[in-house]
């Protein structure tokens, strides 16, 4: 079947280190990806997306890069801080009505220690 | 996120019993989901609604029925609970022709 996935279910940095989460997805017709942070207690918060047009993304301190050609889908965070602790979803939009068709990953958990 | 809200934030309740989860959002997005996670799964959608009265099933809707009467807000109901819908619920909304949902606190339940 298609489905998002994430290669490590955990990642443990130091502060100060750069982190890499990564995440495969199946579906080639995918037009539409988002990262997703999760702290503990709370909803999921929206990081930072990007289109299928596009290979790499900046927000500020992340990264998101994609690579359509190997179905893989990355999450960099620059001098990661232990408020960056959390779990984090990649999401895929497998087209369709927008919106609707949004296909979550089990998640990755970052623990960032001081 | 304070713009979409969710009541209550932890319920208990028991086998067979009916409850309502509420979430209302002050975002003004006309498209509204309820999503279901549990440890390992990630998020499941239960349903979704595009506007006022338009409600359509998600991935796993079963045991579970949604209202959407207003624009700000959709309720989510289990009819009749049992053990293994335990978990925790989120409300998520979107803008008509934007894909990115914003999600609510969340709701932790536990069905004895």
């Known amino acids: 079947g298609e489905s998002v996935g994430l290669h490590l279910p955990t990642l443990s940095v130091q502060e100060g280190d750069n982190s890499i989460i990564n995440c495969a997805y199946s579906?080639?017709?995918?037009?539409?990806f988002i990262w997703y942070k999760q702290e503990s207690g709370k909803g999921p918060q929206f990081i930072i997306d990007?289109?299928?047009?596009?290979d790499k993304r900046q927000g500020q301190r992340v990264t998101v890069l994609l690579n359509k050609t190997v179905k893989h889908l990355s999450l960099q965070i620059a001098a990661t801080q232990p408020g960056d602790s959390a779990v984090y979803f990649c999401?895929?939009?497998?087209?369709?009505?927008?919106?609707?068709?949004?296909?979550f990953g089990k998640g990755t958990t970052l623990s960032v220690s001081s | 996120d304070a713009d979409v809200t969710q009541t209550p934030r932890n319920r208990i309740t028991k086998t067979g019993k009916r409850i309502m989860l509420e979430c209302s959002q002050t975002?003004?997005?006309?498209?509204m989901y309820w999503y279901r996670q549990d440890p390992g799964l990630g998020l499941r959608l239960i349903y979704y609604?595009?506007?006022?009265?338009?409600?359509n099933k998600g991935e796993i809707s079963d045991g579970y029925s949604v209202s959407r009467q207003a624009q700000a807000k959709f309720s989510l109901s289990l009819e009749s609970a049992i053990p293994n819908q335990t978990a925790l619920y989120f409300c998520?909304?979107?803008?008509?022709?934007?894909?990115?949902?914003?999600f609510g606190p969340g709701t932790r339940l536990l069905v004895l």
């Open positions: 998520a909304t979107s803008s008509a022709g934007r894909e990115t949902q914003y």
């Open positions: 579906n080639s017709a995918s037009d539409y």
């Open positions: 990007i289109r299928s047009n596009m």
């Open positions: 999401a895929e939009n497998i087209g369709g009505q927008a919106g609707t068709a949004l296909i």
């Open positions: 975002k003004g997005h006309d498209r």
């Open positions: 609604s595009f506007d006022v009265k338009d409600i």
